[in-house]
């Protein structure tokens, strides 16, 4: 896989067991539940390869054995023994779990996810598997070009993207028919100025692989936020995971989550929408771009700092 940094590995309800396995690109992560507590480390036993979270069994808290010789590994390098497994910096919020791969800053991810618990309400959402490279899915938030095509907008404003605490940021401000939210518009695109709305979009990749998005329909000063995460597969696909962040309707009380599952709808039609396109990249070609793909351009440079090329 060409890039680390912050992923989104799973959703908490996936985490049946005490020990799981999960793929991300080529590697393969162990999650660990105990105690109320989840960490990561990398699956692979050093022995011989076996995978420790198929069949693997915690006998304490940093000690687990392979399912294949019955080998003692520690996790994380505490507590002794010959085999060891590097353990990944996580963050686990909301029933999220997020892993920061490669050996790479936390930067402001954590903070991120401090405020939107503080502020809001996080709704684990859907995960969905299409076949695109992952920075690809987080590229979508810049690439402002595509939004008229694809996803049936009339008008896009965009604003300079910066770069900030290793934050890749950039503002675009989408015209959205009833049809994307009411399902009423006759196909025509009139716009009486009535039903037509403003949305604003405010777009932070914290690596190639996460975005969070501030989304502000109509305008207004209550927005929410969508968490968007792919993962890279070996068979070319991505595992994307969705989710949603709902502002609280009051101090102590949370939105509903009908309100949140129509966001959830909505967001995955819009991946609906981009899959025939992602599905039948070209990869292989060199891109001939015009000055409209700036944003985009922009974007994977930022990805270039989060490069694996033979890092942990
Ligand atoms: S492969 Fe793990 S003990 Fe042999
Ligand atoms: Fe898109």
């Known amino acids: 896989m060409r890039?680390?940094?912050?992923?989104q590995i799973a959703f908490e309800r996936e985490l049946e067991q005490a020990v799981s396995s999960v793929p991300v690109g080529d590697r393969r992560l162990l999650i660990v539940r105990h105690q109320g507590e989840i960490n990561v480390y990398d699956a692979i036993c050093p022995?011989?390869?076996a995978d420790l979270g198929i069949g693997g069994k915690l006998v304490e808290s940093n000690i687990i054995t392979c399912p294949y010789h019955g080998h003692r590994v520690s996790l994380g390098g505490e507590g002794g023994g010959p085999y060891c497994v590097r353990?990944?910096?996580v963050q686990v919020r909301s029933g999220l779990v997020f892993a920061l791969i490669g050996g790479f800053e936390e930067g402001k991810l954590p903070e991120m996810l401090d405020y939107l618990e503080r502020t809001h309400k996080i709704f684990p959402g859907f995960t969905k598997t299409i076949k695109v490279p992952p920075e690809m899915v987080i590229e979508n938030?810049?690439?402002?070009?595509h939004f008229p095509p694809v996803h049936d907008v009339i008008k896009v404003e965009y604003?300079?993207?910066?770069i900030e605490d290793g934050v890749f940021t950039a503002t675009t401000t989408l015209r959205v028919g009833p049809s994307m939210w009411q399902g009423t518009d006759d196909g025509s695109h009139h716009d009486d100025g009535s039903t037509w709305v403003e949305v604003p979009l405010l777009a932070r990749a914290y690596s190639p692989n996460l975005t969070i998005t501030q989304v502000a329909?109509?305008?207004g000063d209550h927005p929410h936020f969508v968490i968007a995460s792919a993962v890279p597969m070996l068979d070319g696909t991505s595992t994307i995971r969705l989710s949603v962040a709902m502002p609280r309707l009051a101090e102590g009380i949370d939105p509903p989550q009908e309100l949140a599952d129509i966001i959830l709808q909505f967001e995955s039609m819009g991946l609906e929408q981009d899959r025939p396109v992602w599905e039948n990249l070209?990869?292989?070609?060199?891109p001939q771009y015009t000055a409209d793909d700036e944003n985009v351009l922009k974007y994977r440079n930022?990805?270039?700092r989060f490069i694996l090329n033979g890092r942990a």
């Open 217 to 219: 329909v109509g305008g």
């Open 3 to 7: 890039y680390g940094g912050w992923y």
């Open 47 to 49: 022995h011989r390869g």
């Open 282 to 286: 070209a990869l292989d070609m060199t």
């Open 159 to 162: 604003g300079e993207p910066t």
């Open 302 to 304: 930022f990805c270039e």
């Open 87 to 89: 353990k990944y910096p």
């Open 141 to 145: 938030a810049f690439d402002w070009a």
